[in-house]
């Protein structure tokens, strides 16, 4: 058998100008070198319900909600219910009874990506590591691939996304980024009618940005302030702004562009090596400060700010306010339209079912990824949703 690392260089080398399409082949012809059946990858849709084959559509494509059949390899696979999901949601490698197939997870620095499926007459542990690595190496290129490839856009949604919900999601980072010490997962629903809401996460210094914006309105303006935000507070924290400073450039910048639009928003930051955060509040519903297994009450609410847009020029900046964080401390965001989705009947999925959600979630071992998958799932199949509905979770974790 070819060396390990012999065969993940010329994989490498083969797949710099070679288009998504190619990818599939590429990967299998790599395993088949290491000592596999076979290889192929399989990619989480936006909504992180299945898990689609990196191949060409086939004329007829089984409906979302058609069972699947996970031993073709051309089939979508539901992430409840099957091994392949189950690999996804914990990321961690499962393998078949007979030990004749396995799903390996890809992840991106933390990010969930989908799942590698391999196949081999048996899987001693030592093929298990090639396996991880070959991943590994396929998550690089599928990445790499992707803010450019159409083939790896349509493998990851299920359906047509509005114009709105396109130029959101062309400005707003991956879902999950994090270190050692810190991780932050958002999810952005209805993600493929999106108009309002947006998140922002990035690391850089020692310090974790945030920002959670909801803009008025659910059209395309409501879309282009948010982008606009977004813009406009990496600018200004690009450039050494506080987070007073970011807010005023975000007022200003909307009141003079698209000035009949208001936005609220949370911008906060975390000093990953004291545990500092520090946040302002533009007329947007408070964070909740999570510490173990309770949310603490009024930890984190303060009277708010004016909502972004009305162009105060003179008027005083917004206050920043403080907290210390515990090791194992979770500050949750999120925008109205989360608390203010309703029941069949009329109740409100409200700021104590979030916080139990959340908490039930993380009781059971879950990462803040799935926690957030979870709760975006329980809410799609209970509630109704009036509006955007954004979240963002951040756990501190200091090794």
Known sequence: MPNEDAVLS??????????????????DEAGRKLGLSGAQVYLADLQQARLTPLVHPAPETPSPNEPTDPSKPSEPIQI?????GLAYRTQRT???????????PMIDGVERVGVLRVTAPCFEDALL??????SGLATLLVMAKSSHDELVVDRTRSRTMTTQAELLWAFVPPRTIGTDDVTSTAILEP?????????????GDGVLHLALLDAMGHDLASGGASAVA????????RAGGTLADIATTIDTTL???IPDRLLTAVIARLDIATGQFTWINCGHPPPLLIREGHVVPQAMEFPAYLPLGLGLGQAAAPDEHHIRLQPGDRVLLYSDGVTEARTSDGSLFGEQRLADSVIRSMASGNAPPETLRRLVRNLHEHHQLHDDATIMLVRWHPH
């Open 10 to 27: 010329a994989l490498l080398a083969s797949s710099n100008r070679v288009t998504a399409a190619d990818i599939p082949a590429l990967i």
């Open 80 to 84: 409840e219910g099957s091994m392949a």
């Open 94 to 104: 499962q393998r078949s009874r007979d030990d004749c197939t396995a799903w390996v």
């Open 129 to 134: 590591e090639s396996c991880a690595a070959l």
């Open 191 to 203: 993600a493929y009618e999106a108009g309002g809401d947006a998140f922002d996460h990035s690391l």
């Open 230 to 237: 977004l813009g406009a507070s990496r600018a200004t924290r």
């Open 255 to 257: 009141s003079e562009w």
